[in-house]
């Protein structure tokens, strides 16, 4: 997939903007706030119908103006062209087309344009909650499986009944909790059954990834935890319903399931330093790139934003070269040092193009 041309305007603080990119490698260059991870975030928002940094849609919108506009032209792998629109407006609801035509439900849209983002924040990935590893599943399998999607949709409308009959009193009909259960327990099998066969695949392709950009000899993984591991999902939330009654939430279900990540089998949290940190989520997020753009045969768009700060040249290189391969498609990144990242993009010999930023504007073009 290929972003030709996108139009932005009154997206966060960027007011007016509109982008020619080349189908290779696109630079934003600029200090720290003038817009060039929102420009990333937008190209983000074409692709999932929502921010990656913040979910309150009209958050988004510029302090100054009370809608938001999204506009790209996209090129697939078939040379096809795609134009997908959004609109949002403050107190309504947003507008996804393809094509000149409104899509029904938003999820038809979810896996159209793939989309691979590399951001400081996917330090949360190791350091944050469960919650942060169960949305990173289910991104990236929502982009090739529309029925995981699916499920994911089901169970957790299920959940959101079950929780609020669990703080009624008094106590709700158990023939009627029954249902939402038993709707939890079949989606939450097969969720759980689709999590598993990606993680096989996926595994070894994040392993790999680690050995070719760290010059050490450790082992990294990742362990898939789930209530489904303990026997059948039903009688499982059936037996913790007294106890969730007096919590007032499900304690039971995929919604709670976890991924332990290891270094040298160790949890990585306690045992990373920044680079091997950073080098185990650049690993990861190129190892999910691979595994989407095999699956959905599309090359999905690679976004990294300021990924390079804080890793030496060595590993800078190293993800540069890999990126820089045929099987990566176009790749958008972002920098505040201008003549560093000319410098490092240069060594690889990929066709790029240079957006300089400031205040929301591009200030130059090279």
């Not at 958050?59 to 134009?83: M, P, S, T, W």
């Not at 996804?96 to 409104?102: Q, S």
């Not at 759980?192 to 990606?198: G, N």
């Not at 410098?343 to 591009?362: P, Q």
């Amino acid at each position: 997939m290929i972003l030709e041309h996108f139009s932005i305007v009154n997206y966060k603080n960027i007011k007016q903007a509109e982008f020619n990119f080349s189908h290779k490698v696109n630079c934003l260059v600029g200090h720290n706030g003038v817009g060039k991870t929102n420009v990333l975030d937008a190209i983000y928002y074409l692709s999932f119908c929502k921010s990656a940094f913040n979910p309150v849609d009209y958050q988004n919108v510029n302090h100054e103006a009370d809608f938001f506009l999204l506009q790209g032209q996209y090129l697939d792998g078939d040379g096809v062209k795609e134009d997908i629109y959004c609109g949002l407006k403050k107190n309504h609801r947003k507008t996804f087309k393809r094509n000149g035509k409104e899509y029904a439900k938003l999820s038809e849209h979810i896996g159209r344009i793939p989309l691979v983002l590399i951001s400081p924040h996917d330090i949360e990935l190791i350091l944050g909650g469960s919650e942060e590893r169960r949305r990173f599943m289910d991104m990236v399998i929502s982009q090739y499986d529309s029925d995981y999607l699916y499920e994911e949709i089901r169970y957790k409308k299920a959940l959101k009944q079950r929780n609020l009959l669990l703080k009624q009193e008094p106590p709700v009909d158990t023939d009627y909790m029954s249902v939402y259960e038993e709707i939890m327990a079949d989606s939450g099998e097969k969720i759980h059954a689709i999590r598993k066969v990606f993680l096989d695949d996926f595994i070894p392709l994040m392993q790999d990834y680690y050995s070719q950009l760290s010059d050490s000899s450790e082992e990294v993984s990742l362990k898939y935890l789930s209530n489904c591991q303990s026997g059948h999902l039903l009688q499982q939330i059936q037996a913790s319903r007294s106890k969730d009654s007096i919590l007032g939430f499900s304690l039971c279900g995929v919604h709670r399931d976890d991924l332990d990540m290891t270094l040298g089998g160790y949890d990585i949290r306690r045992e990373g330093s920044q680079g091997q940190n950073k080098t185990y989520l650049a690993a990861l997020k190129l190892a999910q790139f691979s595994f989407v753009s095999l699956r959905s045969g599309q090359k999905p768009l690679l976004l990294l934003d300021d990924i390079f700060d804080k890793l030496d040249a060595s590993r800078v290189n190293k993800i540069l070269n890999l990126v820089s391969k045929d099987f990566f498609g176009q790749i958008f990144i972002t920098d505040t040092d201008r003549n560093y990242i000319s410098e490092m993009v240069s060594h690889t010999g990929m066709d790029a193009h240079l957006f300089e930023m400031s205040n929301g504007e591009i200030i130059n073009e090279i």
